[in-house]
Structures are given as structure tokens and as C-alpha cells.
């Protein structure tokens, strides 16, 4: 892949905050990617940008990406990046990271490149099925229906002390669960405005409904929307948002829970709402906390997903450690969480041969970008977390659509 040109530029996220997109010029064509950016993030991501900034980052970008023009890039798979990888990592060296977002968006557009020079789709370029002869399978989508926690404003002084009380998806194709996901989202509305005196409707980050009830209030609320529409219901606790030195502090209601109160809880909330997806549901330094979950959950005989997502922060040191711990049965995977995609490949592998779940997701300050859905159909992601409502989010559940269409051709 010959590059004849590569430029980045500054792009609006979905908080209206600075984003870095690059743009690449080859034979085959312009491929542009952008990053997206966390507000409850893991304390071990990488950082975003330089530690300088966002206009540090772009300053260093914009050096190296003069030297990459003219270079022919031979990159035939993911593992392909390593070049590019390398020179990234040389330049590093004398000026600092980039960050996290700039890996993101370089790599992207690299790959986007890449499958365009050899005629294949993204998705089609990553996966493995396809090249044996295989159909890929679709993911199901988990869509953030009502919010609380970072992602959301107080109302009247309250909000969820949980971040994301989700739908996941359960139909026969991604589209048919897109759209039970949405009416869902809707009829959740009418009930928020049943439930709660003097709603309006407010969104939050990423595009779920705000409300002042509390916890398990919401949680009926979900349970009465999923039992209609035959969903199965989630949520991303977030838990480190609301843990101070061993212990849970509850807002709404107000209560404070120890280690062993706050995993007995979330066993509890399992049983009584019929969870089946579990994120963050103890602080992300607490695996054993999370093995007690994994535990606890057996006991009961539920099959219910344990998902790490502060605790695994797509690196393999921790993942493979959460796998060893048996404290995970499930993950998240952002690549910016990372920064390489060479780094996202090698936990991609351990999940597979370990059997763990991998949702792909997107982070709370989007872009319109869309390349995530093309790497949870490449990577062979179970799940894919992008939202339900907002065009940032849309984008990325279409394409899925797009790609589950072209199959069935
Ligand atoms: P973030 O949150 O994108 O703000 O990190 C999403 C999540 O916790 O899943
Ligand atoms: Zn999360």
C-alpha cells in the first residue's frame, strides 16, 4: 500500500470536544478514521493524548505523518501493522506517546487502507472465518437504555448511582434486535414519564434517558420493558465511580456496602430482575471480587455474563489475569483503551481459546465513525455495546446491518 498522502485533522465528538481524525490518500482511494473518548475511564487505559495535551499529540502527529509520505506499506492482515507499529514506537521514544486516540485513529485508517488494497471489506480483511470459507456470525447488540452514574446530570439532585441500564439484544439477526431495541427504548420513555413526577425527557452522553429514581426503581422499569419485548436485560455498574477505600457508597438510596455486601448485592439483583449481562459490578482493582461473582452465579445456576471492563482495560497482563483468577467470563473491548490494534489481536486470541465473551463498544464521546462494527464482525465479538439513539451510535449499528445484509446476498 502505496501512501501518497496522510493527513490528521481536528473533529467534533459527540460532547463537542476535540477528537483527532486522520486521513489517507492511496491508489485505491481517501479512508479517513477518528477515535472516540471515555469519561469513566479505567485507571489502567493508556492516556488518550501526550501528557501535554490534545494539541501535542496533533503536533507530533502531523510530524510523523509527513514521513510516512511515499513509504509502501506491505500489510496483509493485522499483524501486518508491525511496521508502522515500530516506527510509531521510534518516534515515541524521542517525543513522548501519542496516546491511546492517536494509535486509534492511525491503525485505523492504516487498516482501512490496507483491505481496500487487496479489494475486501474491513470486517471481511480481519476475519479468519471468512477465509476459510466461512460466514462470519453477527453480534447481538447491547444498547444503553437509562442512565446514571459519570455519564449522566442530577436530577433534582439524584440520578442512578449505576452508569448504564441496558437491552441486549436476543433475535434471530442484528436488524430485528436493532429495531425490538429501539421500540424498547421508547416504551421506557413512557414509563419514566409514569413513574416519575414532572419528567422530561432529558439524554445523557450517550443518548440514554436521565431520570432521579433510584437504583432498583429503574431496574422495574427494565424488567417491565425487556419482559415485553422479550429482551434480556443488562447493566454496567461502573462500580469504581462510586468505591472509596473498600467501600460502595450509595447515593440513591443512600447506603454504604463493604466488598463482601456490595458482590452479595449484585447476586441479589441477578435473582430478583433476571440480569444477564453483568459490567463492572466491583472495583476495578478487585479481582477476587469479581471471582465471587462468577462464583456466586454458578451457585445459583444462572448463566449470566461477568464482564470486566475497568478491571480488564483491553490489556493482556489483565485479562490474563482475570482469566487465570476465573473472575471474568466476559469483556470489554475498546482499543483505545490499549492503543494498538496489535495489542487488541493478542486479547482477542486469549479470549477465544479461553472461551470469554467479547463485546465490542464504543465509549461515551463518539465519533461518527463506524470502524468499530467492522472490528467486532472481523474479530468475531459475541456482542457489540454502541448505544440506541444519537447518529454517533447509529452509525455504527447500521453498519453492522449493512454487513449482516451483503451476506445474505
Ligand atoms: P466511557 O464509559 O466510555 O465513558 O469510559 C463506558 C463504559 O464504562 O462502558
Ligand atoms: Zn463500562
Redesign the pocket.
Known sequence: MFVKSVMPRFVKNSRGRRSIEVELITYEGRFRCSA?S????GKSEVACYHKKGISYSMKMLRVFCKRLVGKNFIIKDVGGLKDLNDLMRKFEARFGKFGGNVWYAVEGVFLRGAAADVGKELWEFINDDMNRGLKPKMPMPVGNCIGGG??SKKIKGKRPDF??FLLVGNAKSFGKAVTKNLRAYEYARTLLKKKEKGWRVKRN?EGAWMSSLANEEVLDILKRVSKRYDLKLGL?V?SSGFYDKGYYIYKNKSLVRDKVDQADYMIKLIRKFGIFYL??GMDEEDFGGFKSLVEGVKKIRRKVLIVG??LTTTNLDRVRRAGRGKAINSM?I?PNQIGSMLEVKKVVEYCKKNKIVMIF?????ETMDNILADYCVGFGGQFM?AGIFGRERLVKLKRVMDIEKSLKR
Open positions: 472516540p471515555g469519561k469513566s475511564t459519570l455519564h452508569q448504564e452522553d454496567d461502573a459490567e463492572d471492563d475497568d470489554i475498546k463498544s464504543h465509549r461515551s464521546g455495546k
